[in-house]
């Protein structure tokens, strides 16, 4: 089997393109695709910092550098949270709110044009097979974890 | 649209579990994910470490952190090219050569256990819509270049 043909080798080329398309877009509004995925996983109640990361499937180091430049630009702001004084959460600011608005039509496009040119019957197939694929991940990380057990 | 309905929000999630599967795996043999790749793309006539970031899409900071990493593990080794001076090329020491086997096992069990439990007709649709997404994904780029130029 040639590397060409493998599963992982197809899903990894289309996301490292679908970041490199990302990326490219919010650089043009001086941000960047990591930027762009926490300002449309921040809540109107506001977001606690440490849900983000789990929700968002990044790893923490990489999360504090991107919330400390988000921050800096002026787009979110922290505080206490009011009934438990050691949860902090995230909110966006004016400018914040502006530019989730902005990323949400960058995803908004892309996937409107994927829907209107692929059949809606194969992208059923296809996110049927992706559920598919990601449980059977899951079931050898159990398997994994049982018989480390 | 929610996030979770997005193509995005699919393909990089499966993209992480897979990187953590593989990673996890790797972990048992001291090694990581990038290495493996590695491991898989050097030929057996050494391969010029110029053309390995590119054929794997890796940045060339991290590809040079993980080749020196392999250099100091003792899975390869660096020899200027016969004909041309100024060109290295990569090969893999007998370690190396072990590794790979190990790593293209790994690849391909994952594999096989997708083939076996998805029916054929669904994953080659699958395959048919990941090419018409990096198409699309291609063409936008194009569009993107036209009109900045």
Known sequence: ??????????IRAVWAS????YN???????GTMSIGYVLLNVDKEGTPSTSLGPQMGMESTSLSRTLKRMEEQGLIYR?????????VRIFLTDLGKEMRKLS????LDFN??????IPKEK?????????HIQS???????????SAA
């Open 123 to 131: 992208l059923d197939v296809f996110f049927e097979v992706m559920v």
């Open 24 to 30: 490219s877009q919010a650089n043009d509004h001086n």
């Open 136 to 146: 059977i991940l899951n079931s050898q990380k159990l398997f994994k974890e049982k």
């Open 18 to 21: 679908i970041s490199r398309m």
């Open 104 to 107: 949400r039509n960058i995803v």
């Open 112 to 117: 409107k044009t994927v829907h209107e040119r």
């Open 79 to 87: 505080e206490k949270d009011v009934t438990d004084g050691r949860m």
């Open 1 to 10: 089997m040639h590397a060409k043909d493998t599963i992982d080798f197809h």
